[in-house]
Every structure is written in structure tokens, then in C-alpha cells.
């Protein structure tokens, strides 16, 4: 390998856009309409289909689709909100954006997600809703989650953030949620540059966040648009300006095309890492559970202790090597934003947070490029 490509920048990450985006941004802008509009619309209906969900609404990232899933569960002050500890900050923020009280639980090591008995140890009768994410793409086991919460009137939100085009059950993630939340943030597969969703199976809940997004307002842009005398308007309660554009969502139309492909091609080079690191010692890499198949938004690896390098070594060996992985998912309650709750151990979530990292991979990834990762997890063992 020549000294050129040995210096070549590997990055973790990098979106899968091309001149069918472009020409899509063109015609919306050559359009006039450039806020959320006519694309918006159709990019909702899509998105439902290809989720197999009733409702979807656009929104501007999936933080803000996160706070309204709370708003119409009716979740507010006094309430406790169980959220994995090991998820983006997003995911506990979300409930104080309401009043409520993030509950920290641990989650399973193999999935890195909450489970029935993690979510059990959390739970008090404060309880009101329990955000669960399918953490780096991996689908969380939902059937079992609603089991156990459903009676107890635990009302469950699935941060799907990472995982448009996992699978769950046999059907795609999401789409057994009362209330799931998308992000298309550039650090996921489907991106509109920033962009969000939330699909429901309720009608009412789909139409007060549809409400909710535009100022609460009683009658759409899309309305008032469609009269040449517009109906006059009301603001029945304090609403949020959390739209999406036409912009974003012509983007999204084409990216929700582009998915299946973005996925495979994922899979594809995850089973490869996944083969280079059977045969090496020390190392773990997440996998599908038995219950569905993952996009691999984060293909992450676990440094054993066993390994004669800790994660943090391991990261510095990759980079000499020109490639650029992350460190795994965070730990909320590690951080001063939440550092003070009181929470139970949550070890797993200290393990995973602190022994992964996470791999590069990118749907333009070249074989030769993951050869190199390949071949630099292999002399990792000696470096
Ligand atoms: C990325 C992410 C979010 C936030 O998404 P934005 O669209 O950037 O607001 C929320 N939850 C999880 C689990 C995420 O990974």
C-alpha cells in the first residue's frame, strides 16, 4: 500500500447523496414553494407506507419529535419517564422539555437496548412513559416491551432515531409502535441534512401534533394557501414552530428510495467485519437479535478486557492508521445535564459506553477501504 493511500482519510460516516437530491432541491426551488408545502406532504405519505405506520408527521429533527410524542401521550410535570442512560442526550432531555422526570434504566449487553427486566427495575408508580431506543440501529424487542407495559397503562415511545430500515418481528421497525420517533440527521442512513418524524397508530394524536408544529394554529399554511380569502385563524394552546421543508422533504423522498439499497449495502460490509473479527480475540461486534435484522447505523465493536488494548488505544492504533472511528454511545447520566438524578447501577451502560467503539462504515465505503480497517483490527493484537 503506498504511503498515499495509507494517509488517506478513512471517516466514520459520510451520507449517500447524488444528483437525483439535486435536482430534486432545483425543483423546489424553482417551485416558489419552499417551506412545508406540497413535498412535505407526500414525504409523510411515503414514509408511513414504507413503515407500515397509519400516521406520519414531518418535523424538524427527532428531538422535536421526541418532545410532541410526549405532548399528546399527555406526559407533564410529575411524571417519570424511564430512558436508557446509553442513547444520545436527546433521548433524556426529551421529558424535561414537559416537566417530567428522566428515569435512567440499564440495557441488555447484547443489544445495547432496554428490555422488559431493565425497564422493570426503573419503574415506579409515577411512571408515565418509557422512551426505548433501538440503539445504533438495532431493533429493540417491542412485542415484549408493550407486554409488559401496556397494562400497567405505561404508554411506550420508540426512539427509532438510528434505525429507519431495521426490522423487527418481520415487519419494519416501528411500525408495532403506538408512537415512533425518526431522526434524518446526517449521522443516520436517511438524511434530509436535519429533518425528523413521528409516527402514530392514532389519528388524534397525529392530528394535534400536526396542529402542535405550526403555532397550534386552527387552520394549516396548506389551507390557507388552497382559499384565495383565507379563514381566519385561532391558537387553542401554545404550539412550537417544528416544521419540515419542502426542501428536506424532496431530499427525503429520494433518500427513502435510495433505503433498501443503503441497507444492504451496509449489511453487506458488516458481515465482512463481522468475519475479520470472529478470528481475532479480545473483540466483540453487535449483531442482529434473534427477533429482526439491523441497519447497522453503528456498527460497534467491543474491546474485551482480554484485549491487550483498552478502546481508547484501540482508537489511536486505527487512527495511525488514517482511520477515524468514534468512541460508542455515550452515557447520559455521566454528563452535568443529568449528572445529579439518582439512578440505580446501570453497569452494562458503563461497560458498553466505555469498551466500544464504533467502526467506519459508509454505503461509498471501497473494498480497499475496508480492508484497511480489516487489516488494522488485525494488528491491533501486536501492534
Ligand atoms: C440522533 C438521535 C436523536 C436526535 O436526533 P436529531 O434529529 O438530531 O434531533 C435522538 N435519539 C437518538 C437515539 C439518536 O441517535
Not at 120 to 142: K, N, S, Y
Request: proline share 7%; aromatic share 6%.
Amino acid at each position: 500500500m503506498s504511503l498515499e493511500q495509507e494517509l488517506t482519510r478513512i471517516n466514520v460516516m459520510q451520507p449517500w447523496l447524488g444528483e437525483e437530491e439535486v435536482a430534486a432541491v432545483s425543483e423546489v426551488l424553482r417551485s416558489g414553494w419552499v417551506a412545508q408545502g406540497p413535498r412535505v406532504a407526500a414525504f409523510e405519505t411515503a414514509f408511513a407506507e414504507a413503515h407500515g405506520v397509519a400516521h406520519a408527521v414531518a418535523l424538524s429533527n427527532c428531538t422535536t419529535a421526541l418532545h410532541l410524542a410526549l405532548v399528546v401521550a399527555g406526559v407533564g410535570p410529575g411524571d417519570e419517564v424511564v430512558v436508557p442512560s446509553f442513547s444520545f442526550v436527546a433521548t433524556a432531555n426529551a421529558p424535561t422539555y414537559v416537566g417530567a422526570t428522566p428515569v435512567f434504566a440499564d440495557v441488555d449487553p447484547d443489544t445495547g437496548n432496554l428490555t422488559p427486566a431493565t425497564i422493570a427495575t426503573a419503574v415506579t408508580p409515577r411512571t408515565r412513559a418509557v422512551i426505548a431506543v433501538d440503539q445504533g440501529g438495532v431493533p429493540l424487542d417491542l412485542l415484549a416491551i408493550r407486554a409488559w407495559c401496556d397494562p400497567l397503562g405505561i404508554t411506550v415511545v420508540e426512539d427509532a432515531a438510528c434505525a429507519a430500515g431495521s426490522t423487527a418481528h418481520g415487519r419494519p421497525v416501528g411500525a408495532g409502535a403506538e408512537l415512533a420517533t425518526w431522526s434524518f440527521h446526517p449521522r443516520k442512513l436517511l438524511t434530509t441534512g436535519e429533518g425528523g418524524m413521528l409516527t402514530t397508530s392514532r389519528a388524534d394524536w397525529a392530528a394535534r401534533a400536526r396542529r402542535l408544529r405550526e403555532h397550534a394554529m386552527s387552520v394549516s399554511a396548506a389551507e390557507r394557501h388552497a382559499s384565495v380569502l383565507a379563514p381566519p385563524e385561532s391558537f387553542d394552546e401554545v404550539g412550537f414552530n417544528y416544521r419540515m421543508t419542502d426542501l428536506q422533504a424532496a431530499v427525503g423522498l429520494v433518500q427513502l428510495r435510495r433505503l433498501p439499497e443503503m441497507v444492504a449495502r451496509r449489511r453487506e460490509l458488516a458481515a465482512r467485519y463481522a468475519e475479520a473479527v470472529t478470528v481475532l480475540p479480545g473483540m466483540r461486534l453487535v449483531g442482529d437479535p434473534a427477533w429482526g435484522t439491523t441497519n447497522f447505523q453503528s456498527c460497534w465493536l467491543e474491546v474485551l478486557p482480554d484485549h491487550p488494548l483498552d478502546r481508547e488505544q484501540m482508537m489511536e492504533h486505527l487512527a495511525a492508521a488514517g482511520i477515524s472511528a468514534r468512541r460508542g454511545i455515550m452515557a447520559a447520566h455521566r454528563q452535568p445535564a443529568h449528572g445529579e438524578r439518582g439512578h440505580a447501577p446501570l453497569p452494562v451502560t458503563e461497560r458498553l459506553t466505555d469498551r466500544t467503539l464504533v467502526l467506519p462504515l459508509f454505503h461509498q465505503m471501497s473494498d480497499a477501504e475496508h480492508q484497511r480497517v480489516c487489516d488494522a483490527l488485525g494488528t491491533a493484537w501486536r501492534p
